[in-house]
């Protein structure tokens, strides 16, 4: 198998045809033994319906719907288990990808040795209240995980067969799964500048939250990338300091009071000043810490895998 081709949908009944044909026609015009996957995240239109006509007619169709709507990263998640491609391309349903840059995408993975290709829709028919966040969003990507692209969450990418096979995408982090790639080995990372297409039936599934929410992610994901097998080396040198400098300026406030008594100077009792209640609130807060770096510990020796989806039916 040179190809596998994950589509990931939410009510797009209206495209599902008219985007296999594009797909057919570019695979069988470069001689690709191919298949496609859908992936039915709980739709409520007849989408699974035509996957399932589209399948009848067509050896390559496979198909996957889920019980009810659980989000795009355990719809990937889901069909990277079931690829046998070589080279895997993810695309969105809504014909706003091109499968003609499928071709070039291959390309890159087999003869340029990319681990992974992210498209970069350099034009967008977009309105700016959409490409304005989206930049700001990119920008911040960049810094956090330190990879030069442009277009983090386009929805056509291609992959090397061994990196779906080994990461794991939940929660939203479909959006990084460039950086996911990255923590995981897969250095090798390129870029491709892909035609955007106007959407041609329907509407968007996702809303201004998904900045929000982004944002959320990266920061989850840049911790887990810097402390996420030791937990211990983050919590536990911040709750030391804290307390090492509460335990110093109680001892400080301990020796100007019996400084001041040894004077025979009249000052209020230690614990009546604020300096020694802020004291004692470091000291408190940096136990607390210290003990949540030793929770998070007990955690990541004991994590269970987190492909919570129930699927209701395949078709192989």
């Known amino acids: 198998m040179d190809i596998s081709i994950v589509i990931p949908l939410l009510n797009e009944a209206e495209s599902l045809c008219e985007l296999y044909e594009w797909i057919d026609k570019v695979m069988k015009k470069e001689n690709y033994r191919f298949e496609v996957i859908f992936i039915d995240d709980g739709s409520t239109d007849n989408s ?76 967008r028919y977009d309105p700016i209240d959409k490409t304005l966040p989206t930049k700001l969003f990119n920008a911040a990507a960049r810094m956090f995980s330190g990879i030069e692209l442009h277009d983090f969450n386009c929805g056509l990418k291609a992959y090397d067969k061994n990196v779906v096979k080994n990461i794991e995408i939940y929660n939203d982090m ?82 100007i009071k019996w400084h001041a008594l040894y004077k025979g100077i009249s000052v209020p009792l230690i614990t009546n000043t604020p300096y020694f209640h802020i004291a004692l609130a470091s000291m408190i807060i940096g136990t607390q810490l210290f003990l949540a770096g030793f929770v998070g510990e007990l955690i990541t020796r004991n994590s269970q895998e987190r492909d919570q989806y129930t699927i209701a039916e395949e078709l192989e």
């Open 48 to 123: 699974w319906q035509i996957i399932n006509e589209l399948h009848k007619k067509h050896s390559e169709i496979k198909g996957i719907r889920f019980q009810r709507n659980y989000g795009k990263s355990p719809a990937l998640q889901s069909a990277f288990q079931k690829t046998k491609g070589d080279v895997v391309i993810t695309m969105d349903a809504d014909l706003q990808d091109s499968p003609d840059e499928i071709p070039e995408l291959y390309r890159m993975i087999k003869e340029e040795n990319y681990h992974l290709v992210s498209g970069w829709k350099k034009k």
């Open 174 to 255: 479909h959006r990084w799964i460039p950086f996911l790639a990255k923590n995981a080995g897969f250095t090798r990372i390129g870029e491709k500048a892909v035609k955007h297409q106007a959407r041609k039936y329907g509407h968007t599934k996702f809303g201004i939250e998904r900045f929000f929410n982004g944002y959320l992610d990266l920061f989850t994901l840049w911790f887990l990338s810097k402390f996420g097998k030791k937990p211990m080396h983050f919590f536990g040198l911040i709750g030391s300091l804290m307390f090492i400098v509460g335990f110093v300026a109680i001892v400080a406030v301990g020796a």
